[in-house]
């Protein structure tokens, strides 16, 4: 994918992707997943 002449700003965008997508799910699972574990005595 580098190789290629846009392969670096290819290679970026899909980090980006995986980055926010990423960032997006851990934060629904925290949302969802907070309060339950706190009830068993996780903080």
Known sequence: ???E???LAR???AV???SD???SHLSYEETQ???PLARYGFH
């Open 5 to 7: 002449a846009d392969g």
């Open 33 to 35: 997943l907070v309060e």
């Open 21 to 23: 997508t990423m960032a």
């Open 11 to 13: 290679l970026r965008e």
């Open 16 to 18: 980006d992707l995986l």
């Open 1 to 3: 994918m580098v190789s």
